[in-house]
């Protein structure tokens, strides 16, 4: 089944709890749904969930198990919140955090020693792809980032497609994918992420070397969610 994730960012209030509950009473979709709201809702969300076929993930983690570190969250104390999932190396996070490779790899190694399985993100900038560095950055933060074992997910974001409302072709996606899973081989889910939205999951969804999807925008409400998890490839 494929992996369809839900990355509400900065997003998220009490009230949104809403949103989850639709997606509890909706029909299964035919997908593991992940949804990873804000630290601040990670428990209520995750205590609603418990037992039901959506698991919760949290959005990012400090590499060390607890200590002096102002303002950040161990992987440790997103598991006991409920998080069974954690992106780590966010686009986001890279360029408004200053993450780097190694950085990432320690938060993807953290969220392992935690028992959570870390969302690792990777895609190239516009400039890098219009100057034909696409394969090459992205299996070069690959080998720099993700753990070479363990449980492990891929996420390949194009940092040009994020929140903009484009996306590469299907065959440009299915190239860096095909490169992605020849590199960690075909245990390791590659999610798409990038502009995924109702209308263009399906064709998405449907690429032989997609895994699942990384959804910002469209996975804050459940309707247009459970529509990009609806033509998920059971
Ligand atoms: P988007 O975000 O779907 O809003 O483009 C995806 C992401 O950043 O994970």
Redesign the pocket.
Known sequence: MQLIAG?W?MNGLKRHLAELEALLAAPAPPARLVVCPPATLLAAFAERAAGSAVAIGAQDCHPEPAGAFTGDLSAEMLADAGARYVIVG???RRMGHHETDALVQAKARAAQRAGLAPIV?VGESLAEREAGRTLAVVLAQLAASLPADGPRIV?Y?PVW????GRTPSPAEIEEVHAAIVARVGPHVPVLY????NPRNAGPILALPSVGGA??????LEARSFLAVAAAARP
């Open positions: 990355n960012k966010h686009s986001e993100c996420a974001e497609a994020i929140g903009s992420g990038g502009s995924v990384l959804v910002g925008g469209a996975s």
